[in-house]
C-alpha cells in the first residue's frame, strides 16, 4: 500500500506456501515466486533473477489511445513513473503505432474523433506482440463480448486516479510474472 514498496518484486520462501497463496488467492501484486521450504537452490536463483531482471528492466512502452489532452496529461502524469507514455489522439493514430511500435499495454478510449476505439481491440499487431494487454478507460461502456478482449474496462466518471495506477500496476506485473514463467 506504500508508495515507495508497492511495485517491489516479491520472492515469498515459506513452510506453507499454498496456505499463503490461498490466503491472498495467489494473486498478490508484485509475487514473482512461491517457494516451498526446504529451498530448492535453482529455483530461488530463477526467482531472484527474474524478481532483479524485472526491477532493472527498461519501463514498460504503453500507448495510450486518447482524444482529450487535459485527460491525456493527468494519465501521463500518473503512470510516468511505471511506463513510459505515448500518446495517440485518433483511431488512424493508433492503428498507425500499432503497426510500426511494439508496446507492453494499451490504454484505450472508445470514443474517437474518426471512430470507435473497440477497432483496436482485434487490430492486427506487429508479429512480435501478438497479444497486447488492453485496459479500456472511457466513457462508453463495453459490451459483453467485447470485453472478452481486454484486460480491464474502466469508466471515466467512476474511476478514480487510485483506481486507474492499482489497475495499469496490476497489469504491468501480471505481464511481468507471464515473462518470468515462459
Given amino acids: 500500500q506504500k508508495p515507495a514498496t508497492r511495485d517491489l518484486p516479491i520472492v515469498v520462501v515459506s513452510a ?9 488467492n495467489g494473486d498478490a501484486v508484485g509475487v514473482v515466486d512461491w517457494l516451498q ?5 535453482e529455483r530461488l536463483r530463477d526467482g531472484l533473477k527474474r524478481a532483479v531482471h524485472g526491477r532493472a528492466s527498461k519501463k514498460p512502452r504503453i500507448l495510450h489511445v486518447e482524444d482529450d489532452l487535459d485527460l491525456a496529461g493527468v494519465v501521463s502524469a500518473l503512470v ?14 493508433g492503428k498507425r503505432l500499432l503497426r510500426e511500435q511494439d508496446f507492453d499495454l494499451v490504454i484505450l478510449d472508445l470514443m474517437l474523433p474518426d471512430g470507435s ?12 506482440r501478438a497479444k497486447t494487454p488492453v485496459i479500456v478507460f472511457s466513457a462508453k461502456e463495453l459490451s459483453a463480448d ?37
Avoid at 16 to 24: D, F, L, P, T
Avoid at 37 to 41: A, D, Q, S
Avoid at 80 to 93: F, H, K, P, R
Fill in 117 to 128: 476505439g473497440e477497432e483496436l481491440l482485434t487490430y492486427p499487431r506487429r508479429a512480435s
Fill in 16 to 24: 506453507y506456501v499454498e496456505e499463503g497463496a490461498e490466503e491472498i
Fill in 37 to 41: 521450504k526446504p529451498i530448492e537452490e
Fill in 146 to 182: 467485447t470485453s472478452k478482449n481486454i484486460e480491464a474496462a474502466l469508466i471515466k466518471s467512476r474511476t478514480t486516479n487510485e483506481q486507474l495506477v492499482a489497475t495499469i500496476c496490476a497489469t504491468i506485473n501480471g505481464m511481468r510474472s507471464d515473462k518470468g514463467k515462459g
Fill in 80 to 93: 510516468g513513473d511505471l511506463g513510459q507514455v505515448t500518446l495517440a489522439t485518433s483511431l488512424n493514430e
